[in-house]
């Protein structure tokens, strides 16, 4: 199988600048064999493109579309930090979805991620997830995911 870069090449897809962090942390961090990264938002050259709860202002499939731009910026987090071609496997995905009450779909949305990791990483892309549905998120996001992965 291509490596993660090739992969993303053959996908035709270009990662995103490394998102600023709006706070005091770091985009991703390494601690041993492990890189965690922060939670990402759908950052598009710095901006939302969507705001709202899933389920009212925003819909699943939109939002679904929303959590694979996150797992994009933590990709791009990683390949900053450590190079994506040193990624072994996705171990786990943490996602939070901004719900509209009576909302349950949050795993929907965060498949939006885990289909894009499976997509760059085959078998190796394979994770643990939470699928968490939240009030409210950073700048008024309807989604944020995280990744955890493990190097060679």
Do not use: W
């Not at 994009?72 to 979805?97: H, P, Q, R, T």
Request: glycine share 12%.
């Amino acid at each position: 199988m291509a490596g993660p870069v090739e992969r993303l090449r053959e996908l035709g897809i270009t990662l995103p600048a490394v998102a600023a962090p709006a706070g005091v942390y770091v985009p991703a961090r390494r601690a041993g064999s492990l890189v965690f990264t922060a939670g990402q938002l759908p950052l598009v050259d710095g901006a939302l493109p969507a705001t709202g709860k899933v389920g009212a202002e925003v819909g699943p499939e939109e939002a679904r579309d929303l959590a694979r731009l996150c797992a994009l910026n933590a990709l791009a987090a990683i390949e900053d930090l450590v190079g994506l071609e040193a990624v072994s496997a996705v171990v786990k995905v943490v996602g939070f979805v901004a719900s509209a009450p009576g909302f349950t779909g949050q795993p929907g949305v965060l498949n939006g991620a885990s289909e894009l990791l499976g997509s760059v990483f085959d078998d190796a892309g394979r994770h643990a997830r939470s699928a968490v549905g939240v009030a409210e998120l950073p700048l008024g996001s309807p989604v944020e995911v995280e990744l955890v992965v493990e190097l060679r």
